[in-house]
């Protein structure tokens, strides 16, 4: 393994810890204070969650990528923009360090690291948010690497925070964070049962926005 390849490992590793830590650790301190406010929780997890993707892909985007993401992994294996044992590399290291920030998220607030979400989350509409939800993040992505690059950081988290809000799922649109919100029974909990219709539709959602945009942004023709 390459010095750049393991330096992009643990830049993808580390954004994924502290980006599910902060979901779910927000998610419960938010809980914990808003005295039964669901709306008022869901303001409070979703700017932590925002501010945290603003940092982190500002931070280690000019190491990784910044990717965080299966989703966004897979289309930019799909654009041959980074090649497939990378990709799956990659994707392992979002799992694991996505798992050990849950996990870490659980310790800092003395909850039992080990558990599993009863929150169910499940349905048409919960699916739809999804798919609307990932096919927006990666059109985002994309868009704005093609013509604002130094904007990728500010737009992926402005989305993501008003796509918590707009979306019947509350912008889950990562299949790493649905895998580690489901060991997670707190406000950002999803039960594990309705892990796989959720990751489906994210990544039909993400190979949807990846074939729209190929057009969309295409360089202009002479």
């Given at each position: 393994?390459?010095?750049?390849?393991?330096?992009s490992?643990?830049?993808?590793?580390?954004?994924?810890?502290?980006?599910f830590?902060?979901?779910?650790?927000?998610?419960?301190?938010?809980?914990?204070l808003?005295?039964?406010?669901?709306?008022?929780?869901?303001?409070?997890?979703?700017?932590?969650?925002?501010?945290?993707?603003?940092?982190?892909?500002?931070?280690?985007?000019?190491?990784?990528?910044?990717?965080?993401?299966?989703a966004?992994?897979?289309?930019?294996?799909?654009?041959?923009?980074?090649?497939?044992?990378?990709a799956?590399?990659?994707?392992?290291?979002q799992?694991?360090?996505?798992?050990?920030?849950?996990?870490?998220?659980?310790?800092?607030?003395?909850?039992?690291?080990?558990?599993?979400?009863?929150?169910?989350?499940?349905?048409?509409?919960?699916w739809?948010?999804?798919?609307?939800?990932?096919?927006?993040?990666?059109?985002?992505?994309?868009?704005?690497?093609?013509?604002?690059?130094?904007?990728?950081a500010?737009?992926v988290?402005?989305y993501?925070?008003?796509?918590?809000?707009?979306?019947?799922s509350?912008?889950?649109?990562?299949?790493?964070?649905?895998?580690?919100?489901?060991?997670s029974?707190?406000?950002?909990?999803?039960?594990?049962?309705?892990?796989?219709?959720?990751?489906?539709?994210?990544?039909?959602?993400?190979?949807?926005?990846?074939?729209?945009?190929?057009?969309?942004?295409?360089?202009?023709?002479?």
């Amino acid at each position: 393994m390459t010095q750049g390849l393991s330096r992009s490992l643990l830049a993808e590793g580390l954004g994924s810890f502290f980006l599910f830590a902060t979901v779910v650790g927000s998610g419960v301190m938010a809980e914990q204070l808003s005295g039964g406010n669901v709306g008022i929780a869901l303001l409070a997890n979703a700017l932590a969650t925002g501010a945290i993707l603003f940092v982190l892909i500002a931070m280690l985007g000019p190491v990784s990528g910044a990717h965080f993401n299966p989703a966004v992994t897979l289309v930019m294996a799909l654009g041959r923009a980074i090649a497939p044992r990378r990709a799956l590399l990659y994707v392992t290291v979002q799992i694991v360090g996505g798992i050990l920030g849950v996990w870490a998220a659980h310790l800092m607030f003395d909850l039992p690291i080990v558990q599993f979400s009863a929150r169910a989350r499940t349905g048409a509409g919960q699916w739809a948010g999804e798919f609307i939800a990932t096919f927006g993040l990666i059109l985002t992505i994309i868009g704005t690497l093609r013509h604002r690059a130094e904007w990728v950081a500010p737009s992926v988290a402005l989305y993501i925070t008003a796509a918590y809000w707009f979306t019947s799922s509350t912008s889950f649109a990562n299949p790493a964070i649905a895998v580690a919100r489901s060991l997670s029974n707190s406000f950002a909990g999803i039960a594990p049962a309705d892990v796989p219709a959720f990751i489906a539709a994210q990544l039909a959602g993400a190979v949807a926005a990846y074939a729209i945009a190929r057009s969309l942004f295409a360089p202009a023709a002479d």
